[in-house]
């Protein structure tokens, strides 16, 4: 969705950037001889907007506590990056108790925007200076190790302001390394 966006007066669009970041990923991880095939992957299409922020918010934030209480490492794919608080939502209520629990946001928007311009033309936010795409790989990668980590959120992917399809692929690419790194845990 982009309601967010919206809110703030941005460019929308993401809210056509999971599906294309599905499709751009499918491909991607077809056919390759990576562990990552070793891997089940679960894609439970896109959580139905509410008629409100908040309540989408808490509605994405339900289905990921369900998810991480039954062992599940939910990626989620966004739409506005407000969506991230949905998700941190719902991980903070899957594990209670937790004293602590550590937030990595590689961005000053929470979303693919953290890159250049020159990588992420279709980040709603788009930045001249950034994270270089194989900076971003790199960190997705080493987050997958990481046993301690357990939700991995995309946002702010708007198609709509794509060029040559540079972004949605690098999202699908921060996934895909996401995941050959989950397969080191």
Not at 113 to 128: E, F, I, K
Request: hydrophobic share 40%; net charge neutral.
């Amino acid at each position: 969705m982009d309601k967010g966006i919206e809110r703030i007066g941005g460019r929308i669009g993401a809210s056509r950037g999971p599906a294309r970041i599905r499709k751009a990923f499918y491909r991607l991880a077809n056919g390759c001889r990576h562990p990552i095939n070793e891997l089940t992957l679960l894609d439970l299409g896109d959580v139905v907007p509410q008629m409100d922020l908040e309540t989408s918010h808490e509605q994405l934030g339900d289905i990921i506590t369900f998810w991480i209480k039954k062992g599940i490492l939910p990626i989620v794919l966004g739409g506005s990056h407000d969506l991230s608080f949905g998700s941190v939502s719902g991980l903070i209520q899957a594990i209670p108790g937790q004293e602590k629990i550590g937030l990595i946001n590689i961005d000053s928007h929470l979303d693919i925007d953290v890159c250049a311009r020159a990588y992420t033309p279709g980040a709603s936010a788009s930045q001249a200076d950034g994270l270089t795409a194989s900076e971003i790989l790199q960190i997705s990668f080493l987050a997958g190790k990481e046993k301690k980590v357990k939700l991995l959120d995309v946002c702010e992917v708007s198609p709509l302001l794509d060029i040559a399809n540079m972004t949605v692929s690098l999202a699908a690419r921060i996934i895909y390394c996401f995941l050959q790194g989950l397969t080191l845990r």
